[in-house]
Structures are given as structure tokens and as C-alpha cells.
């Protein structure tokens, strides 16, 4: 069982950053992918990034690829999503999402455990 706590949301300006954490409980983070994904009012929980278990590997969606960074520390148990030149559109809820599968997934069914969320809002 893992548990996931997601931090660091807020109100920002378009233009500026956010740094998402992740703080995951357990003594098996280490094997698992870890995945960020975000929902906005009124669409469908999409895939934001992810990372492989040992950090070495990210994979990211087109609309954020540039501006987001994933990273892991596995001696802290916690995964990182640094946001830059944030803009509206990227407005919503923030999950992140531990995997057990050997391949980085980029769907939700992909992943076994999920945080709460935290909200970013984005103001233009």
C-alpha cells in the first residue's frame, strides 16, 4: 500500500512557477513509476508526466513538454513537478500517481494509487 500527498498548489499569475510535491509513504517507492496527471472543471483527468523508478527516464505530454519538469528523490520518497511559464489553460486539479507496471504509462488505468489533488489556478 502506498499513500500519496500532493503540496505546493496555489494562485499564480500566467508567466510565472509552481513546484508540485509528492510525498509518497512506504518503503517500496523506489520501484515505482511515478505519474503526474491534472483535471480541469468540466473535462477528463489527463496525463501530465511521468518518471521511471529510477528518475532516469521522463515522458511528457506535448502541452507541457519545455515548461514542466518531473524529477523523483527516492531517499525522500517524494516526486517533484516544477511548472514554469505557467498559463491559464493549465488551471486544475493536480494528481500524482504511483505505478507498479514495469513501462511508463500514460493513462490513468495504468496506476495503482493517487493522491488527493492539489489545485493550481492559473490568472491571466
Known amino acids: 500500500q502506498v499513500q500519496l500527498v500532493e503540496s505546493g498548489g496555489g494562485l499564480v499569475q500566467a508567466g510565472g512557477s509552481l513546484r508540485l510535491s509528492c510525498a509518497a509513504s512506504?518503503?517500496?517507492?523506489?520501484?515505482?513509476?511515478m505519474g503526474w496527471f491534472r483535471q480541469a472543471p468540466g473535462k477528463e483527468r489527463e496525463f501530465v508526466a511521468v518518471?521511471?523508478?529510477?528518475?532516469?527516464?521522463?515522458y511528457y505530454a506535448d502541452s507541457v513538454k519545455g515548461r514542466f519538469t518531473i524529477s523523483r528523490d527516492n531517499a525522500k520518497n517524494t516526486v517533484y513537478l516544477q511548472m514554469n511559464s505557467l498559463k491559464p489553460e493549465d488551471t486544475a486539479v493536480y494528481y500524482c500517481?504511483?505505478?507498479?507496471?514495469?513501462?511508463?504509462?500514460?493513462?490513468?488505468?495504468?496506476?495503482?494509487?493517487w493522491g488527493q489533488g492539489t489545485q493550481v489556478t492559473v490568472s491571466s
Open positions: 500517481a504511483a505505478s507498479r507496471q514495469p513501462i511508463m504509462r500514460r493513462t490513468s488505468p495504468g496506476y495503482d494509487y
Open positions: 518518471v521511471s523508478w529510477s528518475g532516469v527516464s521522463t
Open positions: 512506504g518503503r517500496t517507492f523506489s520501484s515505482y513509476s
